[in-house]
């Protein structure tokens, strides 16, 4: 089993930047999807990004034009740049992967996954 690990968090001004890190402890390009998804306090979990193992990647539409996800397989590790911070992108942002080839649907649910990270948090203030 792999083990994902966050890091990069922290806090920032709106406006501001912040680059997630999500190192693996196995080889990330057998992961077919690996992605981000977020948790606000007392609110419910939600995808942020994917990216599959061709280099396609996909946004959730708060993040569109903000967030970049990338990966380097041969550092094993996974990125989510985050730009132009908002209040509301304050969270506890967690690193996902999964080998099953479908990146779309089933990935964004967030369900029966094969692996997540402890998570990192990002806290975004006006």
């Known amino acids: 089993q792999v083990q994902l690990v966050e890091s990069g968090g922290g806090s920032a001004q709106a406006g501001g930047s912040l680059r997630l890190s999500c190192a693996a402890s196995?080889?990330?390009?057998?992961?077919?999807?690996m992605g981000w998804f977020r948790q606000a306090p007392g609110k419910e979990r939600e995808g942020v990004a994917v990216?599959?193992?061709?280099?396609?990647?996909s946004y959730a539409d708060p993040v569109k034009g903000r967030f970049t996800i990338s990966r380097d397989n041969a550092k094993n590790t996974l990125y989510l740049q985050m730009n132009s911070l908002k209040p509301e992108d304050t969270a506890m942002y967690y690193c996902?992967?999964?080998?099953?080839?479908?990146?779309?649907?089933?990935?964004?649910?967030?369900?029966?996954?094969?692996?997540w990270g402890q998570g990192t948090m990002v806290t975004v203030t006006s």
């Open positions: 996902v992967a999964e080998t099953f080839p479908d990146c779309s649907g089933r990935f964004w649910s967030g369900n029966g996954l094969d692996a």
């Open positions: 196995g080889y990330t390009y057998i992961y077919s999807c």
């Open positions: 990216t599959a193992s061709d280099g396609s990647t």
